[in-house]
């Protein structure tokens, strides 16, 4: 469920004339002698109470952390790290570039960075300025193990190329594992909010009321059966996952922890006599790894992993990045048409 290119600034020019001829159709009626008038008894403005400057002070306190990036045709948003210039984002929003342009929130420019490393395990990356600004303003990242359902967060980024963006909504649910899709990443223990997130927001910052940012936007989810996205569902990277790995991204370059953990076996999706998946073949395990040392093999089809059904291989990355490496799983499989379990100790992707 990767979220989709920016719209064209043609369209977003269109829709701009489209509101814009809606503001004008819904003026006051005028007479001939003249512009019409405010009626007699119009409300008040609104009457700013706590909640609403709760709003505006973490808005003013956070957007400064949030990038927009560019990269070729592609825009996505990120945030400062730290203050010699790190910038953390989606690793689908660098895609196979290098150098990028940076623009901060407050507009000085672009700024150019390059490509520190990036993790597309965990769809996260890592950028640095070369040559960051004096006063660069780091955001401050929470304990996203602390983050409730219910809670007020904020989306802050650059959605359809609209700079410094921001939505609100809350925390819709935690510990969801989401699948980009077959073949691409499975993201464990992600943060599900109602805040919208739209093309341009990934990479952006999930921001609760004390304006500690608590999850990186990352995905949209999508109905399967209108082909679009279906509102008020997405999913962000949170922010124990994102420092975690951008701290060893930073340190080596590369990831030598991954906290991800893996059956050490090669599947592929085996369909039912019904033609719908039935399951997850072990095509290959590996010699000596946690499959293979509980007695798996090749030609088992995998049904249950713990708890969670397993009808195909993205079924079984979604309920594996629910699991810590080093614990122990009971694992069910058919082998032979014959239903049998077994406990496997999963060692690390």
Do not use: W
Not at 18 to 29: N, S
Not at 117 to 130: C, G, I, K, R
């Amino acid at each position: 469920m990767p979220t989709s290119p920016p719209l064209r600034p043609a369209a977003l020019a269109l829709c701009a004339t489209a509101l814009l001829a809606g503001a004008a159709g819904c003026t006051a009626e005028s007479d001939a002698s003249g512009p019409s008038h405010p009626q007699h008894g119009a409300p008040e403005p609104t009457v700013v109470g706590d909640l609403e400057r709760a709003y505006q002070d973490v808005v003013n306190d956070v957007l400064p952390s949030v990038v927009q990036i560019t990269a070729e045709d592609q825009q996505g948003s990120g945030i400062v790290y730290d203050d010699e210039g790190h910038i953390v984002t989606n690793a689908h929003v660098v895609t196979e570039e290098d150098t990028f342009e940076v623009t901060l929130a407050t507009d000085q420019g672009p700024l150019e960075a390059t490509l520190v490393s990036a993790y597309p395990e965990q769809d996260l990356a890592v950028l640095a300025l070369t040559d960051p600004p004096e006063r660069l303003r780091p955001a401050t990242f929470g304990d996203s193990s602390k983050v409730r359902v219910g809670q007020i967060v904020l989306a802050m980024g650059n959605p359809l190329g609209l700079s410094s963006s921001v939505t609100q909504g809350i925390v819709s649910a935690v510990g969801r594992a989401v699948s980009e899709g077959e073949g691409e990443a499975t993201l464990g223990n992600m943060v599900q909010t109602s805040a919208a997130i739209n093309p341009g927001n990934s990479g952006g910052a999930l921001v609760n009321l004390s304006g500690q940012v608590v999850g990186i936007p990352t995905l949209a989810a999508r109905d399967p059966g209108m082909g679009g996205a279906a509102p008020g569902i997405g999913f962000a990277i949170p922010a124990s996952t994102v420092t975690f790995l951008a701290d060893q991204l930073i340190a080596h370059g590369r990831i030598v922890d991954s906290g991800r953990a893996a059956l050490g076996v090669s599947v592929r999706t085996v369909l039912g006599d019904g033609f719908e998946p039935a399951g997850a073949a072990i095509v290959e395990a590996t010699d000596g790894g946690p499959a293979d040392r509980a007695g798996l093999r090749a030609g088992d089809v995998l049904v249950e992993l713990g708890d969670e059904e397993v009808t195909d291989v993205v079924s079984l990355s979604e309920a594996l990045a629910t699991h810590q490496p080093d614990r122990k799983v009971a694992v069910t499989y058919l082998r032979n048409d014959e239903r049998r379990t077994t406990d496997v100790e999963l060692g690390e992707a």
